[in-house]
Structures are given as C-alpha cells and as structure tokens.
C-alpha cells in the first residue's frame, strides 16, 4: 500500500513552533530613574565612611571579648552532692575538670546559719513547753547563737524590734517574727576559700524591708559580679535605696539576664556598665538532652555576647557531665576562652554616628523619588521617616537605623529589576544598609541586650509595600485603583493570594530570635547540627533569595514574576534584620548573611534552569504527535 500525494491540493496547516520561553527580561514596569540619583547615591557613598569605621571600631571590641564564665550555682551543686553521698568540693573538682571556672553564691539567710549550727532557733509555743510559767511568748519565735557569734551581729541588721530574755536560766533572743528567711549577709569564709581556687564569682544578694537602706549593699563581698534575684534589682521601687545600691556595687559589674531583664538595671548599667547572663530554668533543662542545653550555651556565648554561662546539674552526674564535657568542647571550638571575663564598654563616636544618618535619609529620598508616581513616593518616604522616629521616641540614631533597615531593602529592587543580575545591585545596597544600622543602632545598651531594635515587624513589612508601590502604572492613582477594583479575578488568582498571605503570615510570626512561631522536632535537630557546625544561615534567606532569582528572570508569565520578587523582598529586608541583633557580633551576623546568601544563589540557579526545562517540556510536549496525526 502507497499513500500518493496530490500536488494541486493545498498543504495542510502545520502547527506553529513553541514560543521561546523568555529568560532575561520581566514584564514588570520599568524602573524609574530620577535625575537627582547620581547625588543622593553620592551622599550615600560619602556618608558610608564614618559608617565604616563605627564598623571597624564594633569589630575591635567584640574581637576583644572572647571571653566566658562556667558558672555553676552552688547551692544546686550541693544538693546533688549530698544526694550521692559527695562532699561538695569533690563533686566542684570533678566539673572543675570538664571547665567550670566560677560558682554563684546566693547570699545567707537565719536559715543558711542555722544549718551552719551558728543559730539556733525555737518557736514560742515549743519552748513554752519546755520552760511553762516562765513567760514565754507563743507566738514568738526565739533564737540562741552558738559561742563565739553575738546576737547582736545578726539583729542589728534589721528594723525588726527584738529583746534579750532569760528562760531557763538562758539567755534567748525573742523575735515577734519568725526571722528564717531573712537576708544575713555572705558567707565570707566560703568566698575566700573561693577566691584562693583561683574560681570566678558571682554573687546574688537578697531583698527584704527589714533591711534598712544604709546597711543595704554595705558587707557585699570583693566579687567581679553581682546577679540580682527575682524581676528587680533591689530599691527599683525606691530612688533613695536604688542610689545606695549604686554606691555599694564599687567596681562590681551587675549582671544582665537574657530574658529576665529586672526593673531598675538600666540605671546601674548606665553607670557602671553591665555583664550578660545566659541560663535555663531546672525544669527546662531537665527536658533537653545534654547535647541540646551544651548547643544552647555554646550559641550563647558564640552569638550572643554572653559572658557569664550560668550552669545547674542535671539530676545525674552522668548526664550533668555529659553537657560539661560538650560545652568546654564546642566553646574551644568556638574559640571562647574560660577565664574571668573581662568586660568592656563599647562606646560608639557620636560624631561618626552623626555623620552617618546622612546615609540613611538620602537613600529614603531617593526611594522616594524613584517610584512611578513620585508625589505618592515622596508621601510614602514622609510615611516611613514619621514613623521610625516616633516608634524610637524621636531619638536621631535609632529613628534613622529603622530608617536603613527600612529603606536598603526595598532601594535595589525598586532602582534596578529587568535581569537576573540585578539581585547582585540589590544585595549590595542591602549590605551597605547593614553598615548604616550597625553604626547607628550599635550602642551600649543595645549591643548589652537592654535597649532591642524598635520595628522588627515594619522591616519586614514596609520594604515589600514599597517595592509593591514602584509596581503601579505612571497614571493617574484613581485610574489605577479604578483598573484593580474592575479587574476579573480567577480561582488560581485567589489560590495565589491566599498562598501569598499564608506564606507572609508564617515569615512575620518567626521573626525575631524567640517568637512563638512553631518549630518542628526535624528543623529543631537540623539546627542544633548545623549550628554546632557552621554559623547557622536564616533559613528564610535561603528560601527567598532563589525566588527573587527566579523572579527577576522573567521565566514565569504574567504577575508571577512580580510576586516572586516580592517575596526576594523578604530575604533581603532578612539580611537588615539580622544585623539588627546588636548583641551578636558583627562578624557572626556577617557570616550567617553570606552563607545564606551563597546558598541561595546556588539553589537560585538551579531553579532558573529547573523552571525552563519544565516550561520547555510542558510548551513541546504532545506536539509532535500532534503533527503525525494531522499528516
């Protein structure tokens, strides 16, 4: 059988070739370009001098800091001791061992002397037994000293009236109170035998009323640290006790507790500077495998400043050592040295840091400037200025740091997005926005943990409304809104924008270091590991730097690519907000930024050529088969 071909009769239609999936440019608006951009860029540039050299400066300091305390709590170790039928000195060699370098005493109390056999204490009711007929009071508490220790060293320390009486031929102290836990002092034999170990001490007194102000702080041993109990420094709530206070601690740092920041601190910091604490509650601890809790403290002193790592046991000695022995190992690779740290104050040129916020307020002019409806640009800059320096109480520094971590995020992706390579410009500004909230947000207290960075949400959700705002028509806004409100919507526009809400949601509630977002046991694990590795990276940057890749190639039709940017928006506003922790050291916050930024271009790249060979697929697919049976 033959098929003949009929020349008279027309060809049929053959199919037309797929189109070129296009791959270097976006369908978004163009961007605008203003002619006073080449001057503010200049200002920028200018104003980036001093920027870095507050950088260079933080840098220093930090790098000066390596330092760090095992601080184990004493009275905890005793407990386990005894548990185990060990002298407490024992057990503290043993952890000595595993790189404890300090103990924290609390302060005595009437209970602390009576376990001492220095005091002996009767209820009235008791002794009244003992002694009937002999004037004993009931509801009194009465209270002998053994010899050698005068009754007088103990209730001259309070307000509370007491009186000398004879029972039974003896002689009796008689409280109207039961006095057993009361504040009475340090145990000064013990810190001295301390101090002779060569041991880093951290001292924790008590608050009570009965405790008149002048005595307040006056025989408070020669420690390097005082860490106060409780939500508040003794005489927060009493200007003239607070300012004894501050007179007692001399030359004694206090300390600043992660997570426990006490009323009235910022007034002794102020004046004598302070120490970050990191520890976890007993109950918490106890649910964490050792290798977690020695993760947690080597993150602390890596990441976080802290200087004093506060240690409980376990319940065990087994696992109390298992998290020593881990710990010492990772700070050592950390490169974190055990020894008495030596705390000093990071105290950032004013000048410089003025000359710095020029940076900031021409890049949010410029931004401005450059959107499609300029009148609208010059509003919405008005809009973040205004509200950066009223959620910062108008403070200049930190009002323009929120200004940079606002603005440079937004700035790259609004100048320049037509090609793939433009992300490198957007990356660029946002890491010279980082210089500009380094210099002006970096402080004492901020770098210290009590002042934290004012607007983390808006850094995350003012750059993608003003990249957002540079997608708008140059038209008339009543034209556009007019367009928006008429367009047809589909079900997969709907599905988009849920997706979208659902995915901005999830990036806003995670935000931060502590929040109450959920974290899988998977990614729990995963970090742990990696940290313990490497500087962890933000695992939102590595997520949002590839769609910002993608986006920019222009590989997906209609608004996708849009969307996609936005959500690059996201990772880059993420690299101003991890510099906004000022309590992790710069070259720290440098490397995790630059490792995500490395994977995400490497998984960028990847998605690029992933999504065109899809596209090419799902374009070709079916047409030849197509063409063979229309032939």
Not at 220 to 240: K, L
Not at 515 to 544: C, H, M, N, W, Y
Request: proline share 8%; glycine share 10%; charged share 15%.
């Amino acid at each position: 059988m033959c098929f003949v071909t009929d020349p008279n009769r027309a060809p049929l239609p053959q199919p037309a070739p797929p189109s070129p999936v296009p791959v270097t440019a976006t369908t978004l608006p163009p961007a605008t370009r203003h002619p006073w951009t080449p001057l503010l860029l200049g200002l920028i540039a200018l104003s980036l001098i001093p920027a870095l050299l507050l950088a260079f400066g933080r840098v220093q300091y930090e790098q000066s800091q390596k330092t760090a305390a095992l601080v184990m709590d004493y009275p905890a170790l005793v407990t386990q001791a005894r548990r185990f039928g060990l002298e407490p000195q024992a057990l503290l060699d043993r952890y000595r061992a595993l790189g404890v370098n300090g103990v924290a005493l609390y302060e005595d109390t009437i209970a602390s002397l009576i376990q001492r056999g220095e005091v002996y204490l009767k209820n009235g009711s008791d002794l009244a037994m003992d002694f009937p007929g002999q004037g004993v009071k009931t509801n009194a508490v009465y209270m002998q000293t053994a010899p050698g220790v005068q009754p007088g060293d103990i209730t001259d320390r309070y307000t509370i009236p007491t009186r000398t009486v004879q029972i039974g031929g003896q002689t009796w102290t008689e409280w109207p109170t039961d006095p057993t836990f009361l504040p009475a002092g340090p145990d000064k034999e013990k810190i001295e035998a301390f101090k002779t170990q060569g041991l880093t001490l951290v001292y924790r007194p008590y608050q009570d009323d009965a405790v008149p102000a002048t005595r307040v702080g006056a025989d408070w041993p020669d420690v390097p640290f005082i860490a106060f109990t409780g939500d508040e420094v003794i005489g927060s709530r009493t200007p003239e006790l607070l300012a004894q206070v501050d007179r007692a601690m001399g030359q004694r740092l206090p300390a600043i507790i992660e997570g426990n920041i006490q009323s009235g601190l910022d007034t002794l910091v102020e004046k004598h500077g302070g120490v970050r604490l990191f520890a976890l509650s007993p109950a918490y601890q106890n649910k964490l495998d050792p290798l977690d809790v020695a993760s947690k403290y080597n993150l602390a002193a890596r990441e976080r400043g802290m200087r004093l790592l506060y240690l409980r046991p376990y319940p065990t000695i087994n696992e109390t050592e298992a998290m020593l022995g881990r710990t010492q190992q990772l700070l050592a690779r950390s490169g974190i040295t055990l020894e008495t740290p030596q705390v000093g104050t990071f105290t950032p040129s004013p000048l410089l840091r003025g000359l710095s916020v020029v940076g900031p307020l021409a890049a949010l002019l410029l931004l401005g400037l450059s959107l499609p409806l300029s009148r609208l640009g010059l509003l919405a800059a008005a809009g973040v200025a205004l509200v950066a320096f009223s959620l910062n109480a108008l403070h200049p520094f930190s009002g323009a740091a929120l200004v940079a971590a606002v603005t440079f995020p937004a700035l790259g992706l609004v100048l320049r997005r037509s090609r793939v390579t433009d992300w490198f410009v957007a990356t660029g500004l946002s890491l010279v926005g980082v210089l500009f909230v380094s210099a002006l947000g970096a402080s004492r207290e901020s770098t210290l943990g009590l002042e934290p960075f004012r607007g983390v949400g808006l850094t995350l959700l003012l750059p993608l409304m003003l990249v957002a705002l540079s997608f708008l028509p140059r038209q008339d806004i009543r034209k556009t809104a007019t367009d928006i409100y008429a367009a047809p919507i589909r079900l997969g526009d709907v599905a988009v924008m849920a997706l979208g809400l659902i995915l901005l949601s999830l990036v806003f509630e995670r935000r931060g270091n502590t929040t109450g977002g959920p974290v899988s046991d998977f990614e729990a694990s995963l970090r742990r590991d990696v940290q313990d590795s490497v500087i962890r990276p933000r695992f939102k940057e590595i997520a949002t730097h590839p769609l910002a890749l993608l986006g920019l190639s222009g590989t997906l039709p209609g608004y996708f690519s849009g969307l996609l940017i936005l959500a690059g928006v996201v990772g880059q506003s993420s690299i101003l907000n991890t510099f906004s922790h000022f309590h992790t050291p710069l070259l720290i916050s440098a490397a995790r930024v630059f490792i995500g930024l490395g994977l995400g271009l490497l998984l960028g790249g990847v998605a690029i050529g992933l999504l065109r060979y899809g596209m090419r697929l799902w374009t070709t697919s079916g047409s030849p088969r197509a063409a063979r049976g229309q032939a």
